[in-house]
């Protein structure tokens, strides 16, 4: 086990989730679970070899667990591999040719200029706008004392405050809650997959999700230029805020001093909005979830966060370490993006294991995280193992919440912070409970892990 955490209490919360399959499935079986939810497809030799091959629906595919051999795939050999067909049919008519869909020089050109954006200066100083909406939060779920809330719904109207306060000073052209819809919208029509795309079925062939989809994708299209219009009267004006939009529209490639086209800017923020805030708001569902099961982890983060100096600036990610190793653990057991494809270029070998050209590569997060060989009791919820020297333990290619090499999330060092200080206000003014009539609460696979059903729980406000 490359990953021992010894010092793990014995009586931990372990969510309920899908059992691997010990049987494989047959075609027609499998496309209906892989329609309905990817994560109930996953086998138990997934779960316990570190490379499991083989063909199937998809043609051949190859799902690596391995540290080191994830290592040669994201990093080593990087070049080798792009993001497969199936990923760039079912995001980038949303999403358009952003840097979360955009390959090659296009893609190498957009991370260049956009990389500046995300430095450690600028995520620092969003940190005073991050506990602003954190604070905002926290207020709004004191009021509801003593009632229920849809705490998934909550989180998404918190990530969207923190960003309408950092991308998006002067606001967004229409109500958050109806951004908010219309991204769930998009993700739960283009989300299922289609045995058409398995298929290889050429793409101008309908497909229901994506007719679906479209009134979302107009809705976003109509958000983003109204946007941009607004926006670049203020900076032709020299009145701009310099917030992440004026610095998107701004940036240039720091080698030829090319900025962005309109359709790259376009996609991007559109990215930023659906990628980002969804992916941050399923993240602090999860953990509040998780805290509401476990007595001893939300006694210890209260107390943490009941310690900190708060003051007129607001919390500091730094005094927070238990909250960030709740966030962190949370991200291991619910990862935002539950798995990763990529397509081989050219033939290759990952290990012992031939990779013929055109064959689709896996490394899946859910499955990584919860690794019979990489972790201790991989099921439970611990927060622990992201503490201290247990933290220093894990290797690097065996937690993979924001991606790895080349292509890692911009935006992981923002996404973090922020979960960090909206988990601490939110403690700080009320304390969660899951109701005992609760439905289920089991992880849905749609583009990013969300909770089936929902997640309403009560609320007792704190102090």
Same mark, same amino acid.
């Given at each position: 086990?490359?990953?021992?955490?010894?010092?793990?209490?014995?009586?931990?919360?372990?969510?309920?989730?899908?059992?691997?399959?010990?049987?494989?499935?047959?075609?027609?079986?499998?496309?209906?679970?892989?329609? $309905?939810?990817?994560?109930?497809?996953?086998?138990?030799?997934?779960? &316990?070899?570190?490379? +499991?091959?083989? *063909?199937?629906?998809?043609? #051949?595919?190859?799902?690596?667990?391995?540290?080191?051999?994830?290592?040669?795939?994201?990093? *080593?050999?990087?070049?080798?591999?792009?993001?497969?067909?199936?990923?760039?049919?079912?995001?980038?008519?949303?999403?358009?040719?952003?840097?979360?869909?955009?390959?090659?020089?296009?893609?190498?050109?957009?991370?260049?200029?956009?990389?500046?954006?995300?430095?450690?200066?600028?995520?620092?100083? /969003?940190?005073?706008?991050?506990?602003?909406?954190?604070?905002?939060?926290?207020?709004?779920?004191?009021?509801?004392?003593?009632?229920?809330?849809?705490?998934?719904?909550?989180?998404?109207?918190?990530?969207?405050?923190?960003?309408?306060?950092?991308?998006?000073?002067?606001?967004?052209?229409?109500?958050?809650?109806?951004?908010?819809?219309?991204?769930?919208? /998009?993700?739960?029509?283009?989300?299922?997959?289609?045995?058409?795309?398995?298929?290889?079925?050429?793409? /101008?062939?309908?497909?229901?999700?994506?007719?679906?989809?479209?009134?979302?994708?107009?809705?976003?299209?109509?958000?983003?230029?109204?946007?941009?219009?607004?926006?670049?009267?203020?900076?032709?004006?020299?009145?701009?805020?310099?917030?992440?939009?004026?610095?998107?529209?701004?940036?240039?490639?720091?080698? &030829?001093?090319?900025?962005?086209?309109?359709?790259?800017?376009?996609?991007?923020?559109?990215?930023?909005?659906?990628?980002?805030?969804?992916?941050?708001?399923?993240?602090?569902?999860?953990?509040?979830?998780?805290?509401?099961?476990?007595?001893?982890?939300?006694?210890?983060?209260?107390?943490?966060?009941?310690?900190?100096?708060?003051?007129?600036?607001?919390? $500091?990610? $730094?005094?927070?370490?238990?909250?960030?190793?709740?966030?962190? *653990?949370?991200?291991?057991?619910?990862?935002?993006?539950?798995?990763?494809?990529?397509?081989?270029?050219?033939?290759?070998?990952?290990?012992?294991?031939?990779?013929?050209?055109?064959?689709?590569?896996?490394?899946?997060?859910?499955?990584?995280?919860?690794?019979?060989?990489?972790?201790?009791?991989?099921?439970? /919820?611990?927060?622990? #193992?992201?503490?201290?020297?247990?933290?220093?333990?894990?290797?690097?290619?065996?937690?993979?919440?924001?991606?790895?090499?080349?292509?890692?999330?911009?935006?992981?060092?923002?996404?973090?912070?922020?979960?960090?200080?909206?988990?601490?206000?939110?403690?700080?003014?009320?304390?969660?409970?899951?109701?005992?009539?609760?439905?289920?609460?089991?992880?849905?696979?749609? +583009?990013?892990?969300?909770?089936?059903?929902?997640?309403?729980?009560?609320?007792?406000?704190?102090?």
């Amino acid at each position: 086990m490359l990953s021992l955490t010894t010092s793990l209490p014995e009586a931990r919360f372990r969510p309920k989730v899908p059992p691997p399959l010990r049987e494989p499935m047959g075609l027609f079986a499998f496309l209906r679970a892989a329609r $309905a939810n990817p994560i109930t497809t996953w086998m138990e030799d997934h779960f &316990t070899a570190p490379v +499991v091959a083989g *063909e199937g629906a998809m043609g #051949r595919v190859t799902v690596v667990s391995d540290p080191d051999l994830i290592r040669y795939l994201f990093v *080593e050999n990087a070049r080798n591999y792009r993001k497969d067909d199936l990923q760039r049919r079912v995001l980038a008519p949303g999403l358009g040719n952003g840097l979360l869909t955009a390959e090659g020089d296009e893609w190498r050109l957009q991370r260049r200029m956009l990389a500046p954006i995300f430095n450690a200066r600028t995520v620092d100083g /969003f940190a005073p706008a991050m506990n602003a909406a954190g604070a905002r939060i926290g207020r709004r779920l004191a009021r509801r004392d003593g009632t229920r809330v849809d705490v998934a719904l909550e989180m998404t109207r918190v990530t969207l405050d923190v960003l309408e306060r950092t991308i998006f000073t002067y606001g967004l052209p229409s109500e958050p809650d109806a951004l908010g819809r219309a991204i769930t919208r /998009f993700l739960e029509a283009v989300g299922p997959i289609d045995p058409l795309d398995v298929f290889g079925v050429p793409a /101008f062939v309908p497909r229901i999700g994506r007719l679906r989809a479209r009134p979302a994708i107009r809705f976003f299209a109509e958000v983003v230029d109204e946007l941009i219009d607004r926006r670049r009267r203020l900076m032709e004006a020299g009145e701009a805020p310099r917030d992440l939009l004026t610095l998107l529209l701004a940036a240039q490639d720091p080698e &030829t001093g090319q900025g962005l086209t309109d359709l790259e800017v376009k996609a991007n923020i559109v990215t930023f909005i659906a990628a980002g805030h969804e992916t941050t708001a399923n993240a602090l569902t999860w953990a509040l979830y998780c805290l509401s099961q476990d007595e001893a982890a939300r006694a210890r983060l209260e107390a943490e966060v009941d310690a900190a100096d708060s003051g007129e600036a607001g919390f $500091a990610p $730094a005094d927070l370490p238990f909250a960030k190793a709740v966030m962190e *653990e949370a991200m291991r057991l619910f990862p935002p993006v539950p798995f990763m494809s990529r397509q081989a270029v050219r033939d290759d070998r990952i290990g012992r294991i031939k990779i013929p050209r055109g064959s689709l590569v896996m490394v899946a997060p859910y499955v990584l995280h919860r690794h019979r060989t990489l972790w201790e009791d991989p099921d439970a /919820f611990a927060p622990e #193992r992201f503490l201290g020297t247990a933290r220093q333990a894990i290797p690097r290619y065996a937690y993979l919440p924001f991606g790895a090499g080349p292509r890692v999330c911009i935006g992981q060092s923002f996404s973090l912070q922020e979960q960090v200080i909206a988990l601490a206000h939110i403690v700080r003014n009320v304390r969660l409970s899951l109701p005992e009539d609760h439905a289920p609460v089991t992880p849905l696979h749609r +583009v990013t892990l969300r909770p089936e059903h929902g997640l309403r729980m009560g609320v007792e406000r704190r102090g």
